[in-house]
DNA sequence: TGTCCCGACTGGGCTACGAT
DNA sequence: ATCGTAGCCCAGTCGGGACA
């Protein structure tokens, strides 16, 4: 189930984003293939413009008098709301390099991607740090905390942001270690818990 | 079971805009 | 200026879910 399924699923912002997903259409047009009125559609529009979902791509004035018809779109980014290809492609191509690459090409290569993953390192105290590595797990859709422990922090994690590809290749956490540790500026060590369905954790000891 | 709350929707009135 | 169409705003209704 793609996430917008998941989160419009059956509801009329599904079908309004599912209409636009065929092409940009005026809230009447909207309304009359919905059979609701105007009013209605537009309320459903600014949340979905509000969301970042739709977007207002132009007018249309089709020969009659009056004020041009607003055309709204699908907005760019929402597009991968809609996909559900990508996590079995990503599980399906780490399968199959594992299945040709030895296990310290595939740490190579995984180390890498999370190196090509990192943003900016994040800035200020270790805790702060910590912080900001927790925030991009949770930006990529990870439910992650801190927490102190002996000697340093730790990353927990409620369940995992790429959990279809880390039970395909469990070095896939390889990469989120790295990336962790290209934002935070210092060691992290990945110790998820992969027995049934994965739970992220990473150690960031103090350097000393 | 009754009440309250909230989301979805409708209808009416108004404004904005462009053609005649 | 007038008319037709579209957009915006607001008050009200309706139905379903939560709760005492």
């Known amino acids: ?7 419009y699923g059956n509801t009329t912002r599904g079908h309004i984003l599912a209409l636009l997903r065929g092409g940009a259409r005026s809230v009447d047009e909207l309304a009359a293939e919905l059979g609701l009125t105007d009013n209605a559609v537009r309320a459903h529009l600014i949340i979905l413009v509000r969301e970042q979902l739709a977007l207002a791509s132009g007018a249309r004035r089709d020969g009659g008098v009056g004020k041009p018809a607003t055309l709204y779109s699908i907005a760019p980014e929402a597009q991968l709301l809609f996909s559900r290809a990508y996590s079995p492609l990503l599980a399906a191509l780490l399968a199959e390099l594992r299945a040709h690459e030895t296990p310290a090409a595939m740490m190579r290569l995984l180390r890498r991607a999370g190196h090509r993953m990192a943003p900016q390192p994040a800035s200020g105290s270790l805790e702060a740090r910590v912080h900001a590595g927790s ?3 949770n930006e990529l859709g990870g439910s992650t905390d801190v927490a102190r422990e ?3 922090f730790a990353i927990r994690g409620h369940g995992c942001p790429l959990a279809e590809a880390v039970v395909a290749c ?3 956490c390889r990469a989120v270690e790295q990336m962790l540790t290209d934002v935070i500026g210092t060691r992290t060590i990945e110790s998820c818990d992969r027995v049934g369905p994965p739970n992220c ?8």
């Open 1 to 7: 189930m793609s996430v917008w399924e998941r989160e």
């Open 170 to 172: 469990p070095e896939t």
């Open 201 to 208: 954790h990473f150690r960031i000891p103090t350097p000393v």
């Open 135 to 137: 925030d991009l797990l």
């Open 150 to 152: 002996s000697g340093g």
